[in-house]
Structures are given as structure tokens and as C-alpha cells.
């Protein structure tokens, strides 16, 4: 028997919330417009509406799903950040919020000062770093650069679908090796590489470590080896003047902060996210 939008809303959103999930009711809206191929607003809008079984079949799959631990976002394939719709796929790690300060430092940095700029964003997963600048900044060019190709087609995807290229392109690369000569020099590198300590990830959430690429999450042993690395063998390919700006970890400022430091980068400093919780390191080559 058909059903209403609303009707599928109400028995979805409650088997999610029985199941613990905080954001319930986002979640449930999510998998709706997915299942409808609706937009959101068009989606809100038709509530009362009746639809077909095949969505209701669809939204019930994908709930199921969601119950077994799926993250939503590998669910629908999509995600937002910054306010851009981005493709994602298990193949890439799900862009956080907290990462928006990423974006916020490398914009402060830039506006006013060098709106042409030339951009690495390594370990780029989804590009949403990268994309989220490049759209900000319509006269830069930014490069973003991964080992994993798979991951590079997700961001490949993302830059067309933003409308970004031909400013904004893709290049496989290994962000622990030295860059070749031949990627030129960058006003601003700007990374969230993978920065949880081998022994924490059995002990992250299971939507995290059973569905997120393993390889965008491990560290090293301390978590900082990618730091290591790039600070030592990138830090070259970065402009006089220019920065280096990293996401980091829960406690791992300080340390990477030395890193910076010791490499010679000067004026090194952290900016807070929304918590309190000491989330973006940067220094100035």
C-alpha cells in the first residue's frame, strides 16, 4: 500500500533513533531525498505527498544499512562540505566538520595578500580541501595529490562537478617521498593526512574503522609519521613566505608544532575548532 513521504520519514527516523543514532532525524532526511531523488527543499516540500513501494523499498534497504553501522554518506554517496556538494565513496574518508577550519586557516592566509595562489592540498581523499579553496578563490590553482586512485577519481569527480577544472587538477602522489621536480613550487601546502596511532584505530568507533579506508586513517606508530615526512621533504617546494597548514589529532599540536620548528619554519602556530580543542597547525616558510 502506498505511503506518504512523511509516513516513511516517521518509521525510518524512529527504527534509527531506537538504535541510538544522534542525528535521527538529518540522517533519515538524507536517505529519503537519496531514495526519491529529490532535492531537499522539493523533498520537505512534498511530505504530505504520496510516493511509490520502490522508494519505500529503497529507503528501508538503505536504513538497514545505516542499522548495521554504514555511515550515511557512504550510504547516499554524497556528503556536504563547506557548503559543496561532494561525491564520496568508501574509497575516500568522509569529510568532518572540524576540517572546515582547515579551510578557514589557508583563506585567512591567502585573501588580501595572494588571490592568484598556487595550492597543493596532499593527501587530498574526497578533495575537499582543495575544492572548497578553489572555489573561494576563483584566481588560484590548486593541485590535489594522492597515493591512492581510487581516491583520486572521487576527487576528480568532485573538482568537474564543482565546475573547478581546469584550475584545479589531480596528481597521484606519495606525500612520505620527495615531490618531483617537476609539480613547480606552491604558495600554500595544506594536508589532513592520516594521524590516528596504529594502536588507537581498534579502539575507534565501528563506522569509522569497519567502513573508512584504513589507509586514511594510520599514522604510524605516534600518529605523526606523514608529518615527519612532509615537513622534512615538502617543505622546499613551498615559496618564501608561503605556509604549510595540517590538521592534527587530539594532542598532537605541540608535537607537530616542534616538527615545524625544527625544520626552520617560522612564526609556528595552532588555531582552536569549535570545541576548544587545539585542531589546525601552520608555519610560514
Known amino acids: ?26 540522517e533519515t532526511r538524507l536517505i529519503l531525498a537519496h531514495a526519491s531523488g529529490k532535492e ?11 510516493t511509490s513501494d520502490s522508494v519505500a523499498e529503497k529507503v528501508a534497504e538503505m536504513v538497514d544499512r545505516r542499522l548495521d553501522g554504514e555511515p550515511v554518506a557512504y550510504i547516499t ?20 566538520n572540524d576540517t572546515e577550519l582547515l ?11 595572494k588571490m592568484d595562489a598556487r595550492i597543493i592540498d596532499l593527501c587530498t581523499g574526497s578533495g575537499c580541501i582543495g575544492c572548497a579553496i578553489a572555489k573561494e578563490l576563483p584566481a588560484s590553482h590548486v593541485v590535489l595529490a594522492d597515493l591512492s586512485r581510487a581516491a583520486l577519481q572521487v576527487a576528480k569527480q568532485n573538482a568537474q562537478k564543482l565546475k573547478l577544472n581546469p584550475r584545479v587538477s589531480c596528481v597521484e602522489l606519495d606525500a612520505r617521498t620527495a615531490p618531483p621536480m617537476m609539480l613547480g613550487s606552491f604558495d600554500l601546502l595544506v594536508c589532513n593526512p592520516p594521524y590516528i596511532p596504529k594502536a588507537d584505530i581498534a579502539g575507534l568507533d565501528s563506522s569509522v574503522k569497519d567502513f573508512e579506508p584504513m589507509s586514511a586513517l594510520d599514522g604510524g606508530e605516534d600518529g605523526l609519521d606523514f608529518y615527519r615526512a ?16 595540517f590538521e592534527v589529532g587530539i594532542g598532537q599540536a605541540i608535537r607537530v608544532m616542534e ?21 589546525v597547525v601552520f608555519g610560514k616558510i
Open 1 to 26: 500500500m502506498p505511503k506518504t513521504y512523511n509516513e516513511i520519514y516517521i518509521d525510518a527516523r524512529r527504527k534509527l533513533r531506537e538504535s541510538g543514532i544522534e542525528a535521527a532525524s538529518l
Open 77 to 96: 554517496g554524497s556528503w556536504e562540505f563547506y557548503g559543496l556538494p561532494l561525491t564520496v565513496t568508501k574509497d575516500v574518508l568522509i569529510p568532518r
Open 259 to 279: 616538527l615545524m620548528e625544527k625544520a626552520g619554519l617560522e612564526d609556528v602556530s595552532c588555531a582552536q575548532d569549535t570545541q576548544g580543542i587545539d585542531r
Open 103 to 113: 579551510v578557514d586557516t589557508a583563506l585567512h592566509a591567502l585573501r588580501g595578500r
Open 40 to 50: 531537499m527543499e522539493l523533498l520537505l516540500r512534498d511530505m504530505n505527498l504520496y
Open 230 to 245: 612532509i615537513i622534512e621533504k615538502w617543505r622546499n617546494v613551498v615559496r618564501l613566505g608561503g605556509l604549510m597548514i
